[in-house]
């Protein structure tokens, strides 16, 4: 079976957009998605690059264009008050259930999306992440103290350093084999890579 790889965080809404599209794009090419959780913040560090809000007029232009893409696609998407979120334990926690095979990791990363880019919470705050975590049927401390463990956190480390060697610059990122597509705008190109 054909597979990507898809490196988000949960802090860049056109991982967001990306992410609402997935389910079409396997569907489309019958292939499977590997989720690559990593921090966004570290591949910044580590490339020079950085937040396109970092250049006022350039990220009021990113949020209209992404409102336009959630049109396009039927999608709602909010613009977050409390941006920057900053995703650092909520990666611990999505990488955690991954290392596990967690049968709620989905569940997870729907839950989390959401809450940021559509309910525009703010998941900076830990009693505001405990909340829509419980809302949504999770157990909020046993998710904190795995994403707290060294094992995760070398894990989510490891990821991501990783994608900085194989060229991440952004999020998100597809890999179909060893070809790189950046930005949630390449589906289709990630799409002809794949059936092609």
Known sequence: MASFDF???????????????????????????????????????????????????????????????????????????????????????????????????????????????VDAQNMNDPAVVAHVLVQAGFDAPALMAMANTQATKDQLKTVTMRAVERGVFGAPTFFVGEEMFWGQDRIEQVKAALTA
């Open 7 to 117: 490196y988000f965080d949960f802090g860049s809404p056109a991982a967001y957009l990306a992410y609402t599209q997935l389910p079409k794009l396997c569907a489309a090419t019958g292939a499977q998605a590997h989720w690559m959780p990593m921090l966004l913040g570290g591949v910044f560090q580590a490339t020079g690059n950085a937040s396109p809000v970092s250049v006022p007029a350039k990220g009021r232009y990113v949020f209209v264009d992404f409102k336009r893409f959630a049109s396009a696609y039927g999608v709602r998407l909010n613009t977050n008050p409390h941006f920057p979120i900053i995703t650092t334990t909520l990666m611990r926690m999505v990488t955690a259930l991954q290392m596990q095979n967690d049968s709620q990791f989905q569940n997870f990363v729907d839950t989390v999306f959401k809450a940021i880019w």
